[in-house]
């Protein structure tokens, strides 16, 4: 059987669920753990990547450099990793973030979008990292989109390209469809990252590595956007269960996710707007914006969301919540003091 690399992203995806205000510190403590654990690479900044901090996506509680040094610190075997979006995040961040002791780039776009990676991704392999391509909303296309933006990260220099579920919306038989044609014309391996909307995440994930991935995303007690990713403590006994190497402790897996626990600020559950993400498609990040539209406008967040996949929306249209919620509430006539 295969040997099946994990990533964890607690420390970014996670960042979402904590309305990104985990402190260095915290973030020093569960990175240690993981490192302790075995883990091979730890993805460490704002929710929405390097320079995400803003008023767009919700200021954080630290820079990215301070989250990072706190981390890097911590680390005996692990690879500290940061998260880009090119446009979002710049050249200028990444040079800071290696010298905070960045190890492994993961540069996201949408799935139509890899031509915007080019340049980050030639900065990283000059730098020396590793490059990781990410295809965010995978589910919005097909098997033939996803390959030809994923053969045009592979030939900016990624070393591995992940096929994304963002809204956590993709259900096993078309993971296992998608990763499998990936796998079979790429050359570099496929990596899988889910959201947990529908309650598939572990088993997406599972059906990723039947169809051929050899890296993907956990956090711990499942902590991210939406109803949060794929739970890494289950991920390596799923894993170990089902015969693949994976070269992590179970039970210090279990032990970092205990001392993760006391920090989270509510439980990463399916609650009802969740599972809309998920239905209707929509960007596991939008959540909390979401939310917060709807308290606003005195409106069903299940209504805003189904909305927002009505009309496509994707990542970086955070403040178009706000717009849509507005003229939802004008046609129900609420009033907004
Ligand atoms: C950049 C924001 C986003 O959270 C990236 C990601 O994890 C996803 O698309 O699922
Ligand atoms: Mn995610």
């Keep these: ?5 994990i990533m964890d992203t607690t420390l970014r995806d996670g960042m979402h669920a904590m309305a990104h205000q985990f402190t260095p510190e915290q973030m020093a403590q569960v990175g240690a753990a993981l490192d302790e654990a075995g883990v091979d690479v730890i993805e460490v900044t704002h929710g929405d990547g390097l320079a995400g901090s803003s008023f767009q996506y919700g200021f954080a ?3 990215d450099e301070e989250y990072l040094k706190a981390v890097a610190a911590t680390l005996k075997r692990a690879k500290l990793a940061a998260l880009i979006l090119p446009g979002i995040g710049t050249c200028e961040d990444m040079r800071t973030a290696v010298k905070a002791g960045v190890k492994v780039f993961r540069i996201a776009t949408h799935v ?3 031509d915007v990676s080019e340049e980050h991704m030639g900065l990283a392999k000059e730098m020396g990292t590793e490059v990781v391509g990410f295809l965010m909303m995978s589910h919005t296309v097909g098997k033939e989109k996803i390959a030809e933006q994923a053969k045009l990260m592979e030939s900016y220099g990624a070393d591995v390209v992940y096929v994304v579920d963002s809204a956590g919306a993709m259900i096993p038989s078309e993971v296992k469809e998608k990763v499998s044609y990936l796998c079979s014309v790429l050359k570099v391996p496929v990596g899988f990252h889910a959201h947990n909307n529908l309650g598939l995440a572990v088993g997406n994930t599972l059906a990723a590595v039947d169809a051929g991935a050899t890296v993907v995303d956990g956090t711990l007690r499942g902590l991210g ?4 990713n794929t739970c890494t403590e289950v991920l390596v006994a799923a894993l170990k269960k089902a015969g693949y190497k994976v070269d992590m402790d179970l039970y210090k897996i279990m032990d970092a ?4 626990e006391p920090m989270m600020r509510r439980p990463q559950v399916i609650d009802n707007s969740s599972i809309i993400l998920g239905y209707a498609g929509v960007y596991s990040s939008f959540l909390l914006h979401t939310y917060r539209a709807a308290e606003k406008f005195r409106l069903d967040p299940r209504d805003i969301l189904l909305e927002l996949g009505r009309r496509k929306i ?3 249209q955070e403040d178009y919540i706000l717009d849509v919620a507005y003229e939802m509430a004008q046609k ?3 009033m907004v003091g």
């Design 1 to 5: 059987m295969p040997h099946i690399r």
């Design 61 to 63: 509680a630290a820079t």
């Design 112 to 114: 139509t979008e890899a």
């Design 225 to 228: 956007a939406g109803a949060g």
């Design 257 to 260: 996710a205990t001392t993760l």
């Design 314 to 316: 994707v990542g970086g």
């Design 332 to 334: 129900k006539n609420i």
